[in-house]
């Protein structure tokens, strides 16, 4: 998949340099194959993966990871990043753990709080990048107050007493599928309609695409951005709800390990990180190749600290792909022009 | 983020320049003395926590909390010059901490189970993070992947790399030698800070006085103009990234000298401050600028707030919270001053 062949004179001639051009630029094509390549070779050489039950460990994994990295590709695709969804859903637990456990709030109205909590610290982060600074440093700086308010109140221990009705949402089942996982797909089918019926959605890639022209178009910059970065915290905090209702105890560490994975879901997804462009559908996969991974892994026996090198590897792969995919284009518009 | 940082930059240095030529401002000076400059606007916080902390509790100036005290600032000074090297070119480095964990090991393990003398370990590990830093630079200049992406997955590389290569024990049987020159003094200074000042002073001398350093500040204040001026682009963000290896390699060499353990932990909690000590003391995160001085001294009031916090029995926690809103208020200050530069008022 040489990038030097596609910048070939007529690419579109040869049948193979457009399954490669396939490929690299509808963005979850890629994922897909990957996915689909894993799953058989687990199939076939585990007798251990392919099983009801780790199936459903394989969702149980995966349904946080997705929301996690819905969360995250928002925010990518408008050309911004948010360093600060693992500091949400650790904050979020905090709220809601607190609430159920310490307060006896209802688990429905606690879930409510929690959710608002993650929208209302996103909306305030949006509203400090508004005024021009970068979002890595306002992301990376806010983590760090977001964590240590977590941590501060809770002292780092966990809220341990939460309501039976809410624990049982997080091992439900609906017809052998457990429920969070059903939850994390609506909550992407519902991303997906945005991003493709409202115009909300197109802002947002048009601001992430060239934000000075999506000024000159009339999108109202200021509001808008709040809104993805409200829209990035509330995400987060769905992740969290999701993950605190499946572990039964609510830890202010929750989140503390969703950087790296936040990213690579939707790049690996295809979601590109210079903005203006989003696949809810590849964000989902890339969660589900690395929950699938991740469990595969351990089918193989390998050593645990491999998965984190691995992880490392994929995400530097998915970088790469991204670059490869960059020049493909601009090799290809180059032969449009050419031939036009 | 090097090419979205570089227009503003060179907008900076060029209006600078008007400038000096034009009208002089009427702005009022004192503003103009405490932004103008990179370190009168830390010196004086400075000077305000240490006499405050002074006076208000004795223990402070004691010889124990003054030892402690610059002994996290040895490290720490490293660690945000570590980042400030990769600041200066527009750039990150997320994976700072894996490199000082991975440093902090492989020295361990040389000199507990390789029993190398204490001086050759020092340099191989130094070494070491040099490379691993290289590695970095290579890979966003070499494949022109996004230097984001890069350092994030090396982070967790890193981290994988020395859990599966050095296992997740501690090495505490590293021989006496060189722990009892990070736990010496010499007057009232620790040793390990002695070492990390000449680092320093060698840092401000490269940055300052040598044609690598100007490559270095020509490239971050804008990466095109400095590659049509015929500049090694590729070679000087290369050198950026294994200069900030080595610097991170140092800071944890110091450590495992001062807490005579090669430990995975080394390293957990230097992102924060290491973005936090540069801004603090001056350095654009746009890139184009290097303050070392200004570093070391942001370091050290990052230090005194932690140690102040400490004695009025504060949780470390709330200090996490704290250096969030430490480097919120760096950046509002940095972005002050970027806009009274290029509105010709400094």
Known sequence: MSPREQSGTDTRAKPGASAIRALTTAGPAAVTVA???????????TRTFATADNLKVVALGSAVTIVVGLAQMIVISAGGMNLAVGATGGLVSVVCGSLMNTYGVPPALA?????????GTGALIGVVIVRGFQPFIVTLAAASVLTGIGLGVTESIPYYHLPDSFQAFGSATVAGVPLIFLVALLLAVILAAMFRYTSFGRQILAFGANPRAAALSGVPLGSLQIAIYALSGFIAAAASVLLVARLGNA????????????FAAPIIGGTRLTGGYASVLGTVLGALLLGILVNGLVQWNVNVFFVQLISGLIILGAGGFERVREVVASAGERNERRSA | MTADAAPPAAGVETSRQEEAQGSPSTQSRLVRILLGSDLVGIVIPVLVVGIAMASLFPG???????DALLATIAVTALVGLAQASVLAIGQFNLALPAMGAFTGMVLGWLLQVGHLPWPLAVLLSFL?????????????????????????GLASVYYGAMFVILGNERFQHIGTELPSFGRGATGPFPNIFIASIIVCIVM??????????????????????ARFSALPVDRIVIGAHAVSGALAGLASILLVSRLAVGSPAIGEDWLLSSFAAPVLGGTLLSGGKISVFGTVLGTALLAMIGNALVIVGVSQYWYQAGLGIIILGAVSIDRLRIGLIASGRL
């Open chain 2, 128 to 152: 070491f993070a040099g490379l691993l830093g290289f590695v970095q630079g290579a890979i966003i200049t070499w494949l022109k992947l996004n230097a984001f992406v890069v350092t994030l």
């Open chain 1, 35 to 45: 996915v689909v390549i894993l799953v058989l070779a687990l199939v076939l050489t």
């Open chain 1, 251 to 262: 830890d202010p560490a929750v989140g503390k390990d969703w950087l790296l994975v936040s």
């Open chain 2, 204 to 225: 401000w001398v490269l940055a300052r006085f040598t044609v690598a350093g100007r490559w270095l500040l020509a490239t971050g204040a804008n990466a095109v103009a």
């Open chain 2, 60 to 66: 402070f100036a004691s010889s124990f909390n003054v």
């Open chain 1, 111 to 119: 879930v409510i709080a929690g959710l608002a909590a993650g929208a």
